[in-house]
């Protein structure tokens, strides 16, 4: 398994997606977010084994995939906010499609990297630059018996606009005063202290090279380099790891799924409390750019289907936690939805 993720994540550096045979027709284009993309390079790729369909998607992250959308550059746009002001802008033009579940995790570089627990007090103090040593009498008082390093803290962050924040600031918003009197949640956000990076990768990669860094990633970055996380406090008071078990009940209480849940700060015991959905984002109606054929939307509406239906299987191995029946039956409704000229692209159910 490790080898496979290897494999996934070193093209996850090239942040492009080639799905199946070179000049293979038709070619669907996105771009988007980087939570997801190690699940996408997966199942994209088979999709386009499978079909002779390309599909190339760009982890630039969650707010510039919801640009390039509403400039018609794409065909659909990843993200892991429930909701843009740029989408809202646009009325009901789009249908939003969960794809998989998957968690922000904190990962941290120590020498001999203890294994820590971290109150939303604690945590929040951390990233607002409140917290500068390690050895504080704060992360003392909640890691007993470990032998913290004086060492500086160094905070990274994203740079850009990323849904990974969003699910992060969402969490910390919830569970701390400071943090929401501060900073609150947002998919980009004036830190006050740290070193800000691109992407999902380039945290991970700045957090395995500087000594006393700490930063959050999403769940297969932290794993796939052996990265020490954090254990994080719970609304129950438990401190909980984000493992597959820990996700899934987090994603207990969503119920139904809906395309505009939030997972974070679970009230289910033993629920990792930092989760969250992500999202294919696509206009309703697929005319909506000149040129555009009633065949490559079709395609693009058959992979959408894809990845709800068959493309599940795979996200377990990656560290996701797939959509459950009640999500998958909502969006296949949704879909339903999508439009050619007004006409449906996907047929209803007799």
């Given at each position: 398994m490790k080898n496979e993720i290897a494999w996934i994540?070193?093209?996850?550096?090239l942040c492009l997606v080639p799905g199946g045979a070179f000049g293979a027709s038709p070619k669907i284009t996105g771009a988007g977010a980087t939570f997801p993309l190690p699940f996408y390079l997966k199942i994209f790729d088979l999709y386009g084994v499978k079909t002779g369909a390309e599909v190339r998607y760009e982890g630039i992250g969650s707010g510039r995939g919801?640009?390039?959308?509403?400039a018609r550059e794409v065909d659909f746009a990843g993200t892991d906010i429930p909701a843009s002001r740029e989408e809202g802008a646009a009325g009901d033009a789009f249908v939003r499609i969960p794809t998989c579940i998957g968690a922000v995790a904190v990962a941290y570089n120590l020498p001999a990297n203890p294994q820590?627990?971290?109150?939303?007090?604690v945590l929040a103090d951390l990233f607002?630059?409140?917290i500068r040593q390690w050895n504080d009498p704060r992360i003392a008082a909640v890691n007993q018996g470990v032998r913290l390093p004086g060492l500086p803290v160094h905070v990274i962050h994203r740079s850009d606009e990323?849904?990974?924040t969003h699910i992060f600031s969402d969490y910390l918003t919830k569970v701390s005063g400071a943090w929401r009197e501060t900073l609150g949640t947002g998919k980009s956000l004036r830190w006050p202290a740290g070193r800000g990076t691109r992407g999902n990768a380039g945290v991970a990669g700045l957090v395995r090279e500087i000594t006393g860094a700490i930063g959050y990633v999403e769940l297969i970055y932290a794993t796939a380099n052996n990265m020490t996380v954090g254990h994080l406090a719970n609304r129950s008071g438990q401190f909980v790891a984000p493992t597959m078990e820990s996700i899934a009940l987090a994603a207990e209480m969503a119920g139904n799924g809906g395309d505009r849940s939030s997972l974070t700060d679970t009230p289910v015991p033993g629920g990792y409390p930092v989760a969250g959905y992500t999202w294919l984002v696509v206009f309703k109606d697929q005319s909506y750019r000149n040129g555009k054929k009633r065949e490559t939307a079709r395609e693009l509406v058959r992979l959408l289907?894809?990845?709800i239906r068959d493309g599940q299987r795979y996200a377990a191995e990656l560290h996701y936690v797939p959509l459950s029946k009640?999500?998958?039956q909502q969006a296949e409704a949704d879909l339903r939805t999508i439009t050619y000229r007004g006409a449906p692209l996907l047929k209803k159910k007799r």
């Open positions: 994540l070193l093209f996850v550096c919801i640009q390039k959308l509403l820590l627990r971290f109150t939303p007090e607002l630059g409140r990323s849904g990974t289907q894809w990845v009640a999500a998958v």
